[in-house]
């Protein structure tokens, strides 16, 4: 079973307007991390935002906010107020357990922002 | 300023030859993880380095795959003899944070194996 679901293939989103990024998760472990990356077109992968399965309160980094709703097994990335510099790649990506477990991914979504 | 720096950013090698990434952290990291990112997939896990030893690497992580960490610092990925299939983009990683939990990655290496 995929460990980490990302659906929407391509988002479009048009400048200013907020866009929600579709992830879902499936593990046993009841210690788990949730993360987004960015991958701009320069291939470099941009940590974004890191949700705690322990976390009461949802992340939120400026302009990102993940939707975490534990009983759903969902992490989606809100983007808010979206810039034409916002189009890229975004993967989500879990760490199951504490420490230095590795990360695994989703397959990506990519985000084109229309002016 | 990047938690990591890789070096190179971009090779070309013969399918055959032995290749060297290099990845070098700011700070001192216990945990240090190479990623494997082949065009147009999901990036996938290779191996995981904790205390200068393995603590777990995947079932691309084969025989041609070492790791190093020849100096005390640098972190080293070789590739004993490329195949075509082993273009791709290869990322180094370390955790940060208050508690150690995000993890950042270096700009990547794009390996191109002709």
């Known amino acids: 079973a995929q460990k980490i679901t990302q659906t929407q293939p391509g988002m479009f989103v048009q400048e200013k307007e907020a866009v929600t990024l579709d992830c879902t998760y499936d593990t046993s472990d009841p210690s788990y991390g949730l993360f987004w990356y960015k991958q701009p077109s320069s291939g470099e992968m941009i940590f974004l935002i890191y949700?705690?399965?322990?976390?009461?309160q949802n992340a939120t980094e400026g302009r990102y906010s993940l939707n975490f709703q534990k009983a759903r097994k969902s992490a989606n990335l809100v983007i808010s107020a979206s810039q034409l510099g916002d189009s890229a790649m975004y993967f989500c990506?879990?760490?199951?357990?504490?420490?230095?477990?590795?990360?695994?991914f989703g397959a990506g979504t990519i985000l084109r922002v229309k002016s | 300023e990047p938690e990591v720096t890789q070096t190179p950013s971009h090779q070309v090698t013969q399918m055959g030859q032995e290749v060297i990434l290099r990845c070098v952290p700011i700070s001192n990291h216990l945990y240090f993880y190479w990623y494997r990112q082949i065009l147009g997939q999901k990036v996938e896990f290779l191996v995981s380095f904790y205390n200068n030893e393995i603590s777990e690497k995947s079932e691309i992580f084969d025989d041609q795959f070492s790791v190093e960490r020849p100096d005390g610092s640098n972190f080293t990925l070789k590739i004993r003899s490329t195949k075509l299939e082993d273009s791709a983009m290869y990322f180094c990683a370390t955790p940060r944070g208050s508690r150690g939990t995000e993890a950042f990655f270096g700009q990547g290496t794009r390996l191109t194996v002709v």
């Open positions: 990506a879990m760490r199951e357990g504490l420490g230095g477990n590795k990360l695994v």
């Open positions: 949700q705690g399965s322990y976390d009461q």
